[in-house]
């Protein structure tokens, strides 16, 4: 079992950045490939990036390849997402997911959630 807990939403203007966290619980933390998806009001799940479990290996959404970063630090339980040169089509509700195999991008395929945080660009 983990347990996911987002962090770090909020409001910023156009071209601004925000550091999300998604904090785990749980000793086997570095065995979960972790992806971040959101979603937007009236609008389908995304996938946005995902992190391996084994390599470490990443993987954008052309949306947001090249603007956001993400990361993760084993010793603390934690992935990041960096997002920078935020847009306004970046607002949505951002939750991480945890699967215990090779990342993926779809999200029936992951078994833990978070309960999601809100991150509104204003233009």
């Known amino acids: 079992q983990v347990q996911l807990v987002e962090s770090g939403g909020g409001l910023v203007q156009a071209g601004g950045s925000l550091r999300l966290s998604c904090a785990a619980s749980?000793?086997?933390?570095?065995?979960?490939?972790i992806a971040w998806f959101r979603q937007a009001p009236g609008k389908p799940l995304e996938f946005v990036c995902g992190?391996?479990?084994?390599?470490?290996?990443?993987y954008y959404a052309d949306s947001v390849k090249g603007r956001f970063t993400i990361s993760r630090d084993n010793a603390k339980n934690t992935v990041y997402l960096q997002m920078n040169s935020l847009k306004p089509e970046d607002t949505a509700t951002y939750s991480c997911?945890?699967?215990?195999?090779?990342?993926?991008?779809?999200?029936?395929?992951?078994?833990?959630w978070g309960q999601g945080t809100q991150v509104t660009v204003s233009s």
């Open positions: 992190i391996n479990r084994d390599s470490g290996s990443t």
């Open positions: 749980g000793r086997t933390f570095s065995s979960y490939s």
């Open positions: 997911a945890a699967r215990s195999g090779s990342m993926v991008v779809t999200a029936t395929s992951y078994d833990f």
